[in-house]
Structures are given as structure tokens and as C-alpha cells.
């Protein structure tokens, strides 16, 4: 009786094999054209005149400059981005206000917005004809064509990665924990760090690990703000156009290769992170049981 009843659900969720085959030779064949072919060749021209050619592009002034900005751009803005994203989220998932879904909008709106718009903004906000210029010029302070900007423009592409990430995990988690370790007498400090802290871990790993790569890859926004001056306020993407630009092939794959190898790195801190959410679930399920 029991098999007569598995029968037809096998039939119904179980494909015949050529349709199987020809549906992964398909994805496959998707991901070597758009993907691993393209990869292979930045390292391929990268390495095409050998390794001295290759580090010399590496260690010349100008890239080791652009190597160094996008660094510290990443190390600026990622962590302003993941104290939004915790307060935001905690914000949106523990607590009912007036504006809750305005605000929601609000931090999706780099994901709607043009880089380009959003480097606009702030030449619009702190460039010399801006709102805010001439009392910037006055004070001696630059943001437009200089690094500040380029944080700015970052922080604004990459904002919303680490909330949008922790908001759905809050939320499904809800507050039961938190009102009881309150009501066990801990402080505010206390509940975040031994409570909700460890709960959110995974989600926020994600959240920093997407903002990261963002930030590191980011061409729209940063070329608008940058003013693109050599040695001072080219970012790695912005570097390898301008070598493009001037045939200077060799170099430009050397430099493009540093992002095509955080990029690999950066998947498989993400693939590492969905491992271990996975595997930290499947045991508490597995405690829950016991």
C-alpha cells in the first residue's frame, strides 16, 4: 500500500534522465562560457609575458597606490556598514514605529539607484558649484576628488548588504530570547552580546562578506567622486580602465587579476559561511531532538 502511494510522487518530482542531463549540460555550459572562461582569461593575459612583467605591474607606484586606497576604502566602510546594518535590523525586527516600512525603502534604495546617481549626489552635496562647497573650500576640506569622497560613495553602494541580511534572520528568530535573558536580570550590553550576538553570527558574516567585496569592486560611484588622479585617488577598478585605456594590456590583466582572485576569495568565505550555518543547524536541530 505504502509503495503504491510513493509511486506517483516519484513520478511527479523525479525527471527522466535525458531531461536531467540536458538540463545540467545546459547550466554548465552557462557557467564556462559567462564565467570560467572569462575568469581564466584575466590571469591567462595577466601571465601571458611571465611573472617578472606581471609583478612589476604589481609593485609599480601608481598601482600599489590604487591597491592600498581600495584597501583602506574597504576597511573604512565596511565596518560603518556593519553598525548600520546591526541597528537597522535590530531596529526593523525587535520594535513596532512610525516609519518602519519607510525606512526599510530607504535601505533598499542603493539597490535601485545608479552608482553613477549616487556619485552625482554627493558632487551635487560637497563638489565645488554644491550645496556645501564654497563652505568647504573656505574650511580647507576636501571630499569630491579626494579619498573621503570615495568612502562616502562606497558606504552608500554598500549600506544596505549586511541589514538586508540580518533583517529576515531577526525577524524569524523573533525577541522570546532577548525579553527572557532581560528578565533574568541582564543589562541591554549583556543580552546583545550572549544573546542575540551569537544568534545573528552567520548572517552577519554574510552580510560583512558581500559589503566587502562591493566595496573592493566598485566602479560607478568611486569614478565619479575620484577625479581619477594617478597615485592618489584611483581605486584598483579605476586603474585598470585607465591602463585599458592606453593599451597597456599586460598591466591592466595584472592589476584586474587582484579582483578576480578577492573575488575567489571572497566566494569561498561566503561558500565556508553557508557551511557552517548549515552545519550549526543541522546540530541544533539534532539537540533539539535529544
Not at 525586527?93 to 553613477?116: R, Y
Not at 549583556?190 to 560583512?208: A, D
Not at 566566494?267 to 546540530?283: D, I, T
Request: aromatic share 12%; net charge neutral; charged share 15%.
Amino acid at each position: 500500500m505504502s509503495g503504491t502511494q510513493n509511486a506517483p510522487r516519484s513520478i511527479v518530482t523525479t525527471e527522466s534522465a535525458p531531461v536531467r542531463w540536458l538540463l545540467t549540460g545546459i547550466a554548465l555550459l552557462f557557467v564556462a562560457l559567462f564565467l570560467v572562461i572569462p575568469l581564466v582569461s584575466v590571469f591567462a593575459e595577466a601571465f601571458k609575458q611571465g611573472w617578472r612583467l606581471y609583478l612589476a605591474a604589481l609593485v609599480e607606484p601608481d598601482a600599489w597606490s590604487a591597491i592600498k586606497l581600495t584597501l583602506l576604502t574597504a576597511v573604512i566602510a565596511v565596518p560603518l556598514n556593519l553598525v548600520f546594518g546591526v541597528a537597522a535590523a535590530w531596529a526593523i525586527a525587535k520594535f513596532d514605529f512610525k516609519g518602519k516600512s519607510f525606512l526599510i525603502t530607504l535601505i533598499d534604495l542603493p539597490f535601485s539607484v545608479s552608482p553613477v546617481v549616487a556619485g552625482l549626489i554627493y558632487v551635487l552635496l560637497f563638489g565645488a558649484q554644491g550645496w556645501w562647497g564654497p563652505w568647504l573650500a573656505e574650511h580647507d576640506i576636501k571630499i569630491i576628488f579626494a579619498v573621503p569622497g570615495i568612502v562616502l560613495a562606497t558606504v552608500f553602494v554598500t549600506f544596505p548588504f549586511v541589514a538586508r541580511e540580518l533583517i529576515p534572520l531577526m525577524e524569524a528568530q523573533g525577541s522570546e530570547e532577548e525579553q527572557a535573558a532581560l528578565v533574568l536580570g541582564a543589562s541591554g550590553w549583556q543580552t546583545f552580546w550572549r544573546v542575540t550576538l551569537p544568534n545573528i553570527k552567520w548572517g552577519l558574516l554574510y552580510g560583512v562578506i558581500l559589503a566587502n567585496a562591493r566595496a573592493m569592486g566598485e566602479f560607478g560611484a568611486v569614478s565619479v567622486v575620484s577625479g581619477h588622479i594617478r597615485g592618489m585617488t584611483n581605486t584598483i577598478p579605476l586603474h585598470v580602465e585607465i591602463l585599458y585605456n592606453e593599451y597597456n594590456f599586460v598591466a591592466a590583466f595584472a592589476c584586474a587579476s587582484i579582483l578576480a582572485l578577492l573575488a575567489l576569495v571572497t566566494l569561498a568565505a561566503k561558500s565556508y559561511v553557508e557551511w557552517a550555518a548549515a552545519r550549526q543547524a543541522a546540530e541544533d536541530r539534532r539537540h533539539a531532538v535529544e
